[in-house]
Each structure stands twice: as C-alpha cells, then as structure tokens.
C-alpha cells in the first residue's frame, strides 16, 4: 500500500466516479483504475462496489476511505511543512471575472484560499465574457469567471459542452427589469416582455456581445424591438442613468447596490445569468491553478447560496 493508492480510493469516493477522479488528481482515468485495483488484490476485498455509470463504496470500502482521509491530511501536512522550510517561491494566480458589484460572492473564496495558501499571489483582471475567454485561450488568464445567459426553459448551451474547457457552474441569478423609483413601473410586481415593447433601454457597451446576442433575441421571439437608447461602458453607469429615468435596464440584481434607489422587478419567463468558471481542460494544468479550480468547486458544493 502507498499514499498513490490511497490518494485514488479517496478521490474516487469523493467524486463518485473514476473519470472526475482522475481530473482531480491529474492522472489518467487508466491509472487511477490500477491503482485502485491493485491496492484492493494487495488487501484481499473489494472497496468499491462498480456499475456502467457509478462507483459506490463497501462497507470496507467506507472504512477504508474514513482512516485514509486521516493519513493524507497528515501527509498533506508534511509536504507543507517540508516546502516551508525549503521554498519561498510564489506561485502567481491570473483570475479574470465579469462584474458582480458589491454582492461579490466570488471575494469570500479568493479570501479563503488566500488564508490557505499564504505565499500565493492573485492578480484579478474584470472583463466581459468574450475578451475574458480569449484571455482564457491565451494563457494570459488561468481562471476565468463568465457568463451564459439564457430562458431555462429552452435549450441551451454550457461552456462545459466545450472540450477545451473545464467548466463549473457557481451562480445562476434571474434577470429583473430594473427602473427609477419614478417610472411608472416602480410598483409593478412582475413584468412580461410583451409589456416592455416600446420602453427605452440603457445597456452596457457592445463588447457585451453575449448579453447584447441574448437580449436582441429573446426580444425579436415576441416580436417585439430591443430599443437602446444609450450605451455605458460599465454597468454602474447604467444604474446611474436608470435613476436618472433616462431609461430602463435588464439586469442580474446582484449588481444592484441598495442606495442605488431603484426598483428591481421579476421578469416572467426571463433569463438567468449562469456564471462559472472555467480553465483550460489541460492535463498538464498548473497545480495552483487546479488547486484553485477544485477549491472553489468544493466550497460552492458545500455551502451553496450561502457564499
């Protein structure tokens, strides 16, 4: 028996199958496979009990994994203490993400892990989803944080349908028409997109393009124009000239601080925007930069909308 083997039947009963294990661990679905195999003729029993789709654990198997945890915490520890003593390189962390305003629940995260890995160093880079993706292509990011936007009651794609990504979902939040406290729409308690034909928009600038291709879209399905009126180049503009009742905006309200002194009202059959995180599906991906994938995977699994 060594850590290899008993770093696969860990990752394996966490993950729940042989395939995200060996994403998690950078190896092949193959060598994760032997690993577990060979360990489990070495101990006489099965850990695992295997089907066509899934993988579940033993009675042996569920022991096995509660003392291995233990003993890779405590090697994990070592490392730790070893690599102190003998680095002080800092590896270097390039983040890009859209814009999430004060409600930035990606912050707590990058905190934590920061508290965990203290010679780490993080640049962040805020952008728009396209820009942020050729970034992403180009090495000059490691991690991006983007967006699709879409009606969950349609199909639709994820970036994680892409193979040169690896991608998950953290945050889906639903679209509201947003309006000055003077408009009169102020105390309506819902909207329909029929109701918004001939209301003036102010919307980001066109390099917003997802946003930009959703809304003019979903817009002509009613039969119905897109009128934009005025383009800002962020969106802290736009909720400043929503205000001002130049115009009305469509946006996640997560972006929407509360001085802003504006109404934000549910949009029926609207869209949500489904933000997540992507990094290269590499196999040869930095270990920080795999660290920080799996780390915010797992904080998003276990607290969900608590972050």
Do not use: W
């Amino acid at each position: 028996m060594d850590i290899e083997q008993i770093k696969c039947v860990v990752a394996v009963a966490r993950c729940g199958t042989f395939l995200e294990a060996a994403f998690q661990l950078n190896r092949s679905q193959s060598s994760v496979s032997k690993n577990v195999r060979r360990l489990e003729e070495e101990l006489g029993i099965s850990l695992f009990e295997r089907t066509t789709r899934k993988v579940a654990l033993t009675p042996a198997g569920e022991d096995f994994v509660a003392y291995g945890e233990q003993i890779l915490t405590a090697y994990e520890c070592i490392l730790n203490s070893v690599d102190r003593h003998l680095h002080t390189e800092v590896n270097n962390l390039n983040i890009g993400s859209i814009y999430f305003g004060l409600n930035n629940r990606l912050a707590p995260m990058i905190a934590r892990f920061l508290k965990l890995h203290p010679t780490m160093e993080i640049d962040m880079k805020e952008g728009t989803t396209t820009p942020l993706l050729k970034s992403l292509r180009t090495r000059e990011l490691d991690v991006v944080f983007v967006s699709s936007m879409y009606n969950p009651e349609t199909e639709h794609s994820h970036f994680a349908d892409e193979p040169e990504f690896r991608a998950f979902s953290c945050f889906k939040d639903p679209y509201y028409v947003i309006v000055s406290r003077n408009h009169r729409f102020a105390n309506r308690k819902s909207l329909s997109y029929p109701e918004l034909a001939g209301e003036s928009f102010i919307a980001t600038d066109r390099t917003m393009d997802v946003y930009h291709t959703a809304m003019q879209k979903t817009f002509a399905s009613y039969g119905i124009p897109f009128n934009i009126i005025m383009y800002c180049t962020n969106i802290r503009s736009v909720l400043h000239m929503v205000s001002q009742n130049v115009g009305i905006a469509i946006l996640s309200k997560q972006v929407v601080e509360e001085d802003d002194d504006l109404c934000m009202i549910p949009l029926e059959d609207g869209m949500i925007r489904d933000t997540q995180m992507l990094v290269l599906n590499d196999r040869k991906l930095a270990p920080h930069i795999r660290a920080f994938y799996l780390f915010v995977k797992e904080q998003i699994q276990t607290y969900g909308d608590a972050i």
